[in-house]
C-alpha cells in the first residue's frame, strides 16, 4: 500500500500510541509528575537503608519513576519514528532524554549506598518476604561485591570513564564520517560506494560487478589499517586493564559475569562449532558448485544461489500465514496474535519521514508494538514473523512478572523472535509445493546458520584470541591481527574457498569488536531457538515449557531460564549444527 501522507492510511494499519497517551496534554501531565520525583528520590540517600519497610517504599519509588520515565520516552521516540521530520516529537524526545539524564544523576547513590551494607544486613533484606520482587536484584548486586573496590579506587575508575571509550569513538567517527569509499565504474554505470551500498552490491548476480565493489571497498581499510589496528589494540587493552582492576580472572570473564554466564559457555560454543565445520565447507563446496566457478571467492559468499519466485503476500495473507505456522506453540498464542493484529499493535505500511526497518518496542503496562513496512513480499512475512516473537516475549513476561522483573536481558532478546522464524521456514516447507520457493526458502534457512552462527562464532573465535594475546604480552600488530582473521576465515570456509587474502582487512570494519565478548550471544541465540524448535516437535510438554521460558522475564539469569525450558546452550550448539546439516543436505536433494 503506497500512501502519499499517513492520515490516507487506514486505522487499521496503524499502531494504537493512544493506549500510552490519549493525548498530547496527558505526556506533559506525566512529564510533570516524573519530574517533581526527583527530590524524593535525591531524599532516599538519607533514609532507604533503614529497614526493610524503608527500603520496600524507596525501591517502589525509583520503579514508579522509571516506569513513568520509560512511557514519557517510549510515546515520544515511536510518535516520532512516525514522521521523523515532526518537530514536536524531535522536542519531546529530547525533553525525555533530559529528564532520563536528572533522573540518573539523583540515583547515583544507590548502588555504590547498598553495596556499602554489611554483608548479614543485605542478606536479611534479600530474605524479606516484603522485598520478594527485589530479592534477584539484591543477589545481583551482592554478587558483584567482590569487584567493587575501595572508595578511592572506584574514584579514579570513574575519571577513567571520561576517556576509556575513547578508542570506539575513534573508530566510530572513522568508519561512519571519515572514510570515504568512493565509487566503481562498472559497464558504464557508476556506482557509489557506502557500508549500506556495498552490502546490496555483494547480492548482485553479476560476478565482476562484485568483485569491483569486494576489492574497492577493503582497499579503503588497507588504507586505513594502521589507525584502526592501534584503536583496536587501544580497545582490547582497555578491556584488559578493567578486568585486572576488577579482579576478573580474564576480560572474557568480566565481559560474561553480568549474565552470570560461565566462560565455558563461551569455549562450548567455539568447540561445537569446530567439530561440526564439515557441514560449513560442504555449505561452501556446493556454493561453488551451483555458481559454476572454478575458484570461489569472499565476494562470492552473498551472491543469490535462488532468486525469489514471484510471489506476493498481502498483509492480511502474511498474518495468516504466522498464525498457521505458529499453532503448535498453543491455542492462547495464536489467540494473542489476533489481537495484535485488530487491537493496535502495528504499524504496518510505509509512509512518508516514517523509520525504516521494523521492530518490537512498548512499555510495561501498555500492550506491546511493533513496527514494519510491509511490501507484500516473503522477507516481510518472516520480518512479520520475528517482530510478533519479540512482542509476545514482552506480553508473557509483563503478564508474569512485576515492573522490576520483567524486562529480559539481551542473552535471550532473539530466541523468541527467531523460534517464530524457524517455524515458519518449516511451515512453509511443508505447505508451499512450487520448486524454486522452496529453493529459496531452504536457501534462505541455510543462510541464516551460516551468519548468525557461523560467522558470529567466528568473529567471537577472534575476539577471544586477540584479547588472549595482548593477556598474554603480545603486541596486536596489523599484521598479528591480518594473520589471525585470515586463518579463521580460511578455518570456516574450508579448502573450497580461494585464497585471494583480501579478506584478512574484515576485522577492520566490525564495530561490535568495540564491544567486546557481545556477538557470541547472536550464535547462542540462534542455537537455542533452533533447539527449542527441534523439542517443540518431538518433546511431549515443550510448549508449557516454552511458554514459563516467555513469562520469565528478567527473574532470574539468563542460563537458568533456559535450563527451566530444558535448554542446555552446549547441547543446544550441537542440535542446530545438525539442524543446519539437515537443512543443507534437503537443499542439495532439491536443487537435483
Known amino acids: 500500500m503506497n500512501a502519499a501522507d499517513r492520515s490516507q492510511i487506514p486505522a487499521q494499519y496503524k499502531w494504537r500510541l493512544e493506549d500510552i497517551f490519549a493525548e498530547n496534554a ?9 519530574e517533581a520525583l526527583i527530590p524524593a528520590l535525591e531524599a532516599l540517600r538519607t533514609n532507604i537503608a533503614e529497614n526493610v519497610q524503608t527500603m520496600r517504599e524507596g525501591l517502589q519509588t525509583i520503579d514508579k519513576a522509571s516506569w513513568q520515565l520509560e512511557r514519557l520516552y517510549v510515546y515520544a521516540r515511536m ?21 532520563a539524564v536528572k533522573l540518573s544523576e539523583a540515583l547515583a ?19 524479606a518476604p516484603e522485598l520478594a520482587e527485589y530479592a534477584f536484584m539484591l543477589k545481583n548486586l551482592q554478587r558483584s561485591k567482590a569487584h567493587i573496590l575501595d572508595e578511592k579506587s572506584e574514584k579514579l575508575l570513574s ?26 565504474e562498472h559497464e558504464g554505470v557508476t556506482y557509489e560506494l557506502s557500508h549500506a551500498k556495498y552490502l546490496s552490491l555483494m547480492q548482485e548476480p553479476d560476478r565482476a560487478l562484485r568483485e569491483k565493489a569486494y576489492r574497492k571497498f577493503y582497499s579503503v581499510f588497507q588504507d586505513h589499517i594502521n589507525t584502526i589496528t592501534a584503536a583496536y589494540a587501544t580497545s582490547v587493552k582497555k578491556d584488559v586493564f578493567y578486568a585486572k582492576a576488577r579482579n576478573h580472572a580474564s576480560a572474557m570473564s568480566k565481559a560474561l559475569f553480568a549474565d552470570n554466564v ?22 561452501v563446496q556446493l556454493r561453488k558448485d551451483l555458481l559454476g566457478q572454478s575458484e570461489l571467492e569472499m565476494f562470492d559468499i552473498y551472491a543469490p544461489l535462488i532468486t525469489e519466485a514471484n510471489a506476493e503476500y498481502t498483509y492480511e495473507q502474511a498474518q495468516e500465514m504466522v498464525v498457521d505456522a505458529l499453532q503448535v506453540l498453543g491455542q492462547d498464542y495464536t489467540d494473542m496474535l489476533r489481537r495484535a493484529y485488530r487491537e493496535g499493535w502495528i504499524d504496518v505500511y510505509e509512509t512518508p519521514g516514517k523509520r525504516s526497518g521494523a521492530y518490537s518496542w512498548g512499555v510495561y503496562g501498555t500492550h506491546p508494538y511493533v513496527l514494519l513496512n510491509h511490501r507484500n513480499d ?26 522490576s522483573l520483567a524486562g529480559y536481558p539481551i542473552f535471550v532478546a532473539e530466541v523468541a523472535s527467531t523460534v517464530n522464524e524457524i517455524l515458519l521456514t518449516k511451515h512453509l516447507l511443508k505447505t508451499v509445493e512450487d520448486k524454486t520457493m522452496r529453493q529459496y526458502i531452504l536457501n534462505h534457512y541455510i543462510d541464516q546458520f551460516r551468519s548468525t552462527v557461523l560467522r558470529q562464532t567466528m568473529f567471537a573465535e577472534f575476539e577471544m584470541k586477540s584479547h588472549e594475546m595482548a593477556e598474554n604480552g ?60 527441534r523439542k517443540l516437535e518431538t518433546e511431549p510438554g515443550m510448549t508449557e515449557k ?27 550448539v550441537t542440535l542446530c549444527m545438525q539442524e543446519f546439516k539437515d537443512a543443507l543436505i534437503q537443499f542439495k536433494t532439491l536443487m537435483k
Open 378 to 403: 516473503l522477507n516481510s512475512v518472516f520480518t512479520l514473523a520475528h517482530e510478533l516473537g519479540h512482542a509476545m516475549h514482552t506480553y508473557y513476561a509483563d503478564e508474569a512478572q512485576p515492573y
Open 26 to 34: 496527558q505526556w506533559e501531565e506525566e512529564f510533570a509528575r516524573t
Open 79 to 99: 510518535r516520532r519514528d512516525e514522521d521523523g521530520k515532526d518537530s514536536l516529537y524531535q522536542g519531546l524526545s529530547s525533553r525525555a532524554q533530559t529528564l
Open 109 to 127: 547513590f544507590l548502588d555504590p549506598l547498598l553495596l556499602s551494607l554489611e554483608e548479614q544486613t543485605l542478606e536479611r533484606y534479600i530474605q
Open 262 to 283: 560461565p566462560v565455558s559457555v563461551y569455549h562450548d560454543l567455539i568447540r561445537a562449532v569446530h567439530e561440526n565445520l564439515d557441514t560449513m565447507h560442504d555449505y
Open 159 to 184: 575519571m577513567a570513564g571520561d576517556f576509556s571509550g575513547g578508542a570506539q569513538e575513534i573508530f566510530t567517527m572513522l568508519n561512519n564520517a571519515d572514510l570515504k569509499f568512493g565509487s566503481i
Open 474 to 533: 603480545e603486541a596486536l600488530t596489523v599484521q598479528s591481527l591480518c594473520d589471525l582473521y585470515y586463518d579463521l576465515n580460511r578455518q570456516y570456509h574450508g579448502d573450497a574457498m580461494g585464497q585471494d587474502k583480501t579478506i584478512q582487512y574484515e576485522w577492520a570494519r566490525v564495530p561490535h569488536f568495540y564491544t567486546a565478548f557481545y556477538v557470541y550471544k547472536y550464535a547462542t541465540g540462534f542455537a537455542c531457538a533452533s533447539a527449542i524448535v
Open 546 to 572: 516454552y511458554r514459563r521460558f516467555l513469562q520469565a522475564g528478567g527473574s532470574d539469569y539468563p542460563m537458568e531460564v533456559l535450563a527451566a525450558a530444558g535448554i542446555d546452550v552446549g547441547e543446544a
